[in-house]
């Protein structure tokens, strides 16, 4: 049988910790009328819930909401607190759990990606060097193919560029085919692009680690580089 | 950027909003004649960071007119709920990297059954983590559907697309527009 919970055990240190870090996010307002967790694709896994996670925090039981693998299953889409009445921002509640776990204990995967972002510039762990000869062998295939595109032009670094582009680093590590198309189209729309070659990974696999020193690193160096470096208008997500 | 406030002058854009903007300004030739009589139905998969993350429909609302400009108006079959209150498919934040396997696919049956419920045979992914999470839930609960990035389907509209830029297109685009040769028409 459940065992009932006692609360006068119970302090809010997560809360307040939390609270602090996002004054916005109004966790005392929460009505528990469960709209969160009525649209959320993660609500009973592992038997957990957004509503059930936020009442914990609110009832003090830190210590099972940092054990709890839910935050990990989570993926902060934020389609509870758009729905949520009073706007309560579960998403960054959820971060901050991520964030309370020790860095060698969160998910090894999400971690990995990680760390080599911040070394490579890319989740991959590409060199930048191996990159830039991806790029130039597929262009090379595609000017030999089609002789509408033996004019293609792919450049690195190219200052001045109106825009530099990311990459999703697993396209050229695992499908570089999947380069071409995205090139044509440029090349078709006679776009002015270049690829940075520092922290040109479009992914980013800190913010999911919710290692936020190595997030800003990785924003603040690609920024860096964009601005005083390459001095392009535009910065282009591609994906 | 703006979580640490680093300043910069570049403005920061979607490769979507500007296929959009390239269309309508004509810069980018398209069209949907390729798919009139093979009437093949496409539908999308709304990315939360270019949806309900940036507080407005604008760049899903593009991604719309792209993939119609392509594909055909009456050959587009959207998802409900769809745009800002999309349901994630379940591969964001890290999930595919981030080992609860089972939770992440059961997560993603409800992308699964929306996918379904469309009828549609092709799955335009402008994400790549949608586009592996949505691929593998094909896969894994026995879809029949193929998942296309964006770029695939806009290239072959334009009668662009190379032999080996074909990986997820499905039997029926395999070879369209190649000729026999195997080089593009």
Redesign the interface.
């Known amino acids: 049988m459940a065992e009932a919970i006692k609360l006068q055990e119970f302090t809010c240190d997560f809360k307040d910790e939390v609270a602090n870090r996002i004054p916005e996010a109004n966790f005392d307002l929460c009505l528990t009328c469960g709209t969160c967790t009525g649209?959320c694709?993660?609500s009973e896994?592992?038997g957990m819930d957004p509503r059930k996670f936020l009442r914990m925090l609110l009832l003090g039981m830190d210590d099972e909401i940092k054990k709890s693998?839910w935050a990990?299953?989570?993926?902060?889409?934020?389609?509870c607190m758009?729905a949520c009445p009073m706007k309560i921002n579960i998403p960054k509640f959820v971060y901050n759990v991520r964030a309370s776990w020790d860095r060698d204990k969160r998910?090894?995967?999400?971690r990995?990606?990680c760390d080599q972002h911040i070394k490579a510039g890319n989740a991959m762990g590409v060199p930048k060097e191996d990159f830039v000869f991806t790029v130039e062998d597929v262009a090379n295939?595609?000017r030999e193919?089609?002789p509408?595109?033996s004019d293609l032009e792919i450049t690195a670094d190219r200052v001045g560029a109106y825009m530099?582009?990311n990459q999703?680093s697993?396209?050229p590590v695992t499908?570089p085919?999947?380069l071409?198309?995205?090139w044509?189209?440029l090349h078709?729309?006679?776009?002015d692009w270049t690829y940075p070659t520092v922290m040109w990974g479009?992914?980013n696999?800190c913010m999911?680690?919710a290692d936020d020193e190595g997030?800003?690193y990785i924003?603040?160096e690609f920024?860096y580089h964009?601005?005083h470096n390459l001095k392009?208008?535009?910065?282009?997500?591609?994906? | 950027?703006r979580?640490?406030n680093?300043?910069?002058?570049?403005?920061?854009?979607?490769?979507i909003e500007?296929?959009a903007q390239?269309i309508k300004d004509g810069?980018?030739?398209v069209n949907s004649d390729w798919n009139k009589d093979l009437k093949i139905k496409f539908t999308v998969q709304d990315?939360?960071n270019i949806g309900?993350?940036i507080g407005t429909n604008k760049i899903v609302d593009d991604l719309r007119f792209v993939v119609k400009a392509v594909v055909g108006e009456e050959n587009f079959v959207d998802m409900v709920p769809n745009r800002?209150?999309?349901?994630?498919c379940?591969?964001?934040?890290?999930?595919?990297?981030?080992?609860?396997t089972e939770?992440?696919r059961?997560?993603?049956?409800?992308?699964f059954d929306q996918i379904i419920e469309t009828g549609a045979k092709y799955v335009i992914t402008?994400?790549?983590?949608c586009h592996?999470q949505i691929e593998d839930m094909c896969h894994h609960y026995g879809g029949n559907y193929h998942t296309l990035?964006l770029?695939?389907i806009?290239?072959l509209a334009?009668g662009?697309?190379?032999?080996?830029?074909r990986?997820y297109l499905g039997p029926d685009l395999a070879e369209f527009g190649l000729d026999i040769e195997g080089?593009?028409q």
């Open positions: 649209g694709p993660a896994q592992y693998p990990w299953v989570c993926t902060m889409c934020g389609r758009s998910p090894k995967g999400i990995g990606s295939e595609i193919a089609s509408e595109f530099a582009l999703n697993r396209e499908e085919d999947e071409g198309p995205l044509k189209i078709r729309a006679k776009a479009g992914e696999y999911f680690l997030w800003r924003m603040e920024v964009i601005e392009c208008k535009v910065v282009v997500n591609t994906e | 950027m979580k640490y680093i300043p910069h002058t570049f403005e920061f854009k979607s490769i500007l296929y390239w810069t980018l030739k990315p939360c309900r993350k800002s209150n999309n349901y994630c379940g591969g964001g934040g890290g999930a595919l990297q981030g080992g609860h939770q992440r059961a997560y993603g049956k409800v992308k402008p994400c790549h983590n592996a990035h770029w695939t806009i290239c334009m662009v697309l190379g032999e080996n830029e990986t080089g593009i």
